[in-house]
Nanobody, 129 residues
């Protein structure tokens, strides 16, 4: 039984920062894809950031949406089975429900989240101007 639980959402003013956490349980893969996705009001879900990692290869590959490059950073702590999304210089356009998702093995071809196997329930991020 795989479970993902997001935390760290909240309301902040533009220019502020938040760090989202994604605690996983029952999900242990040497090679995996972890991602953050968001859905704003009236918008389709979009990929925010994802990280492909392989402990066997001792490396990782990250990808970011153009809109968050330079502002957001995805990371993970395998010892804690937790992924993070550090969000800096937040903008009102970042307001959305943020979801964490996971998949064993390689990342899916689509960056929007299609193909990810496990999902959290989401955490709300609200940025005021």
């Amino acid at each position: 039984q795989v479970q993902l639980v997001e935390s760290g959402g909240g309301s902040v003013q533009a220019g502020g920062s938040l760090r989202l956490s994604c605690a996983t349980s029952g999900f242990t893969h040497n090679t995996k894809c972890m991602g953050w996705f968001r859905q704003a009001p009236g918008k389709e879900r979009e990929g925010v950031a994802r990280i492909y990692s392989s402990t066997d290869q001792r490396g990782s590959i990250v990808r970011y949406a153009d809109s968050v490059k330079g502002r957001f950073t995805i990371s993970q702590d395998n010892a804690k089975n937790t992924a993070y999304l550090q969000m800096n210089t937040l903008e009102p356009e970042d307001t959305a429900i943020y979801y964490c998702a996971a998949k064993g093995g390689s990342c899916p071809p689509s960056f929007d989240g299609d193909g990810m196997d496990y999902w959290g329930k989401g955490t709300l991020v609200t940025i005021s101007s």
